[in-house]
């Protein structure tokens, strides 16, 4: 793994550090001392897939819920999750309030006014922001929805955005 340190002047530098995984990708170790290297060459950035604006309705109002219960505690995950999907909140909450700012998609069933017909899914990025007692942060969330009876339920979570609207 490599990792970047800034330091007080200003001075960036970067590390490589040799970590192993264990056979489920659960728990990491560190199996040496870390040692300077190059930093990494810039990449272009690429287009991000999300590019359906998705509008008040049921789906942004699913999103932020279920956002809201994973990362504030307001409310009970499971009751956002599709059958079978096994997530818990993050705990201890390590927000005390959320509000989502943007919500893009990249299927065109995501702007629908009405839930589709069940089994659509859809791939959103969420823009939120959330805060806590220092302050407020922007974190982003990738979000795999699938519409049930009615009404949208959360079928994959990331933090961060890959991009290109792949899975990580």
Do not use: N
Not at 6 to 27: E, F, K, M, N, T
Not at 90 to 118: H, M
Not at 148 to 161: F, I, P
């Amino acid at each position: 793994m490599t990792v970047a340190a800034q330091y007080a002047d200003g001075r960036l530098r970067y590390y490589a550090i040799p970590v192993v995984a264990d056979r489920a990708g659960a728990s990491f170790t560190v199996t040496g001392a870390p040692g300077v290297v190059a930093g990494p060459a810039r990449a272009g950035v690429p287009k991000s897939p999300y590019r359906v604006t998705v509008p008040e309705g049921d789906l942004s109002s699913a999103v932020a819920e279920f956002l809201g219960a994973y990362l504030t505690g307001a409310g009970e995950v499971s009751r956002y999750l599709a059958p079978g999907v096994k997530l818990t909140a993050v705990s201890p909450a390590p927000y005390t309030a959320l509000s989502l700012q943007q919500l893009s998609a990249i299927e065109e069933a995501a702007a629908a006014e009405q839930v589709p017909a069940d089994g659509t899914t859809v791939r959103v990025l969420a823009e939120v922001e959330a805060r806590d007692a220092a302050g407020r942060w922007p974190p982003a969330y990738e979000l795999t929805l699938k519409a049930r009876s009615g009404r949208w339920e959360a079928t994959a979570l990331e933090s961060g955005t890959a991009q290109d609207g792949s899975s990580r």
